[in-house]
C-alpha cells in the first residue's frame, strides 16, 4: 500500500473558524510533511514531523498548527485564518528523515478560506 | 543555498512528438534529483529519482532523465507523448533529508 489519504478533500471555512485536516499513511514511514500549494505554483514545505517530533516549521504562521498523535497520522489544525491562506494543502510522507527517500504525496485538502 | 530552475513554464508538443522538460539545478554539495508530476486536480507523483549510480533514469511510463553533473541539469524527456501526459511536471533537488525544493513547474500540454 503506497497511498498517503487526506480528509476532507474540499473545505469551505469562515475567518472565525476552527477546522482541522487530516492525513494518514499506512507504509510504515516515519517523516510526514505539510506542504501549502497555490494555484500555478510548486508545493511550500510548512512542517516536517520526523519519528513523531516537528523537525521543521519552515516560520509558518501560529494559525496553523500541526499535530502528529501516532506515526501513521498528521493534522493540521486551522484558526482564525486569512482568505489568502486559501490553497491546496498536501501531506507526504517518507521512509525517514534521515535519508533522501522519496516523498508520497496525498491528494490534497482544497481550503477556501472566505 | 540550493535552487532549481525549470526553463519552460509551458510545453505545448503533438500527440506522440518528442519532448523534453529542462531542469536546472544550484547546489555546493552533492544532491538528489526528482521529477514529479501532478495531473489536474490531485497530489504530485513520484516519477523518477536520481540518487546515486547510473546517470540515465527510467521511469515505468516511458519517461527518462539524464543526470548531467557538469551542467548540472536533470533534463526529462520522452520519445513519444500521449494525451495522457498532459499534465504539470515539477523537477525537485534535495541537498540533505526532508528538504525538497522545486522548480516553478513546466505544463505539459498534448495536442491531438
Known amino acids: 500500500d503506497t497511498e498517503v489519504t487526506q480528509t476532507p478533500k474540499h473545505l469551505v471555512m469562515g475567518m472565525t473558524n476552527k477546522k482541522s485536516l487530516k492525513c494518514e499513511q499506512h507504509?510504515?514511514?516515519?517523516?510526514m510533511y505539510w506542504y501549502k500549494q497555490k494555484a500555478k505554483k510548486p508545493p511550500e514545505l510548512m512542517f516536517v514531523?520526523?519519528?513523531?517530533?516537528?523537525?521543521i516549521n519552515e516560520s509558518v504562521p501560529s494559525r496553523f498548527s500541526p499535530e502528529c498523535p501516532n506515526s501513521s497520522l498528521l493534522n493540521l489544525h486551522l484558526h482564525a485564518l486569512q482568505p489568502e491562506d486559501s490553497a491546496l494543502y498536501l501531506c507526504?510522507?517518507?521512509?525517514?528523515?534521515?535519508?533522501?527517500?522519496?516523498?508520497?504525496f496525498g491528494p490534497g485538502t482544497r481550503l477556501t478560506v472566505t | 543555498a540550493q535552487s532549481v530552475t525549470q526553463l519552460d513554464s509551458q510545453v505545448p508538443v503533438f500527440e506522440e512528438a518528442p519532448v523534453e522538460l529542462r531542469c536546472n539545478y544550484s547546489?555546493?554539495?552533492?544532491?538528489?534529483l526528482f521529477w514529479y508530476v501532478q495531473y489536474p486536480n490531485q497530489g504530485l507523483q513520484l516519477l523518477l529519482k536520481?540518487?546515486?549510480?547510473?546517470?540515465l533514469v527510467e521511469s515505468i511510463n516511458g519517461f527518462e532523465a539524464e543526470f548531467n553533473k557538469s551542467q548540472t541539469s536533470f533534463h526529462l524527456r520522452k520519445p513519444s507523448v500521449h494525451i495522457s501526459d498532459t499534465a504539470e511536471y515539477f523537477c525537485?533537488?534535495?541537498?540533505?533529508?526532508?528538504?525538497?525544493?522545486f522548480g516553478q513547474g513546466t505544463r505539459l500540454t498534448i495536442n491531438p
Open positions: 507526504a510522507s517518507s521512509q525517514d528523515g534521515a535519508s533522501p527517500y522519496e516523498q508520497y
Open positions: 507504509m510504515g514511514h516515519r517523516a
Open positions: 514531523y520526523s519519528y513523531e517530533k516537528l523537525s
Open positions: 547546489s555546493s554539495v552533492s544532491v538528489y
Open positions: 536520481y540518487l546515486s549510480g547510473s546517470t
Open positions: 525537485a533537488v534535495s541537498e540533505r533529508a526532508q528538504k525538497l525544493v
